[in-house]
């Protein structure tokens, strides 16, 4: 299953909104996490089973979406939000797959 | 608190074999499968290899198969990725990571990476 994310850059000024976007060559249901990285560090689960935020992550961030497209907000965007973030879909592996991920960049 | 530590890392000739491994601490190591991930310099994730619980059934991306060997020993808290016929294009930071209980496949827990460098 391919998964494509856009954009692939994201510009955005600190307090606003952020809007990323996943989509799936097929349906992967609710299977789908996002993670973030930090330069230099391993990913960190954010969201899974589409809009599930993990243990810790901040309420600002936010999943939605099914079935072959879904959507990752970042409600007001904090300094240590600018990072990578990937999609991931679990719902067929193997093999797991990775979207290319989106660089949120401060605008 | 869920502790990762990968190991055996390094620079490695073309053709060239290594081993890496990852010490798990702070769960319940035999309850999860667990996957390696890598990611080459300035590229994305790309998923390597998954072993189940019991170690019994392994699977791999197609761009390893035949070449890689995932494994574990639960008495030790401790899985292994055996790299063999190493080619450039396996330069990356190997990640090894947990799946998160109560998913198909999401990956709760990560950790730190050990680079590989295939190069002559």
């Known amino acids: 299953i391919g998964m494509t994310q856009s954009p692939a850059t994201l510009f955005v000024s600190p307090g606003e909104r952020a809007t990323l976007s996943c989509r799936a060559s097929q349906s992967v249901s609710r299977n789908l996490a996002w993670y973030q990285q930090k330069s230099g560090q391993a990913p960190r689960l954010l969201i899974y089973?589409?809009?599930i935020r993990a243990t810790g992550i901040p309420g600002r961030f936010s999943g939605s979406g099914s079935g072959t497209e879904f959507t990752l907000t970042i409600s007001s965007l904090q300094s240590e939000d600018f990072a990578l973030y990937y999609c991931q879909q679990y719902n067929k592996w193997p093999p797991l797959t990775f979207g290319g991920g989106t660089k949120v960049e401060i605008k | 608190e869920v502790q990762l530590v990968e190991s055996g890392g390094g620079l490695v000739q073309p053709g060239g074999s290594l081993r890496l491994s990852c010490i798990a601490s702070g769960f319940t190591f035999s309850s999860y499968a667990m996957t390696w991930v890598r990611q080459a310099p300035g590229k994305g994730l790309e998923w390597v290899s998954a072993?189940?619980?019991?170690?019994?059934?392994?699977y791999y991306a197609d761009s390893v198969k035949g070449r890689f060997i995932i494994s574990r020993d639960n008495s030790k808290n401790i899985m292994y990725l055996q790299l063999h016929s190493l080619r450039a294009e396996d330069t990356a930071v190997y990640y090894c990571?947990?799946?998160?209980?109560?998913?198909?496949?999401?990956?709760?827990?990560w950790g730190q990476g050990t680079l590989v460098t295939v190069s002559s």
């Open positions: 089973d589409a809009s």
């Open positions: 072993i189940v619980r019991s170690g019994e059934s392994t």
């Open positions: 990571a947990k799946l998160s209980q109560g998913t198909m496949g999401a990956l709760g827990d």
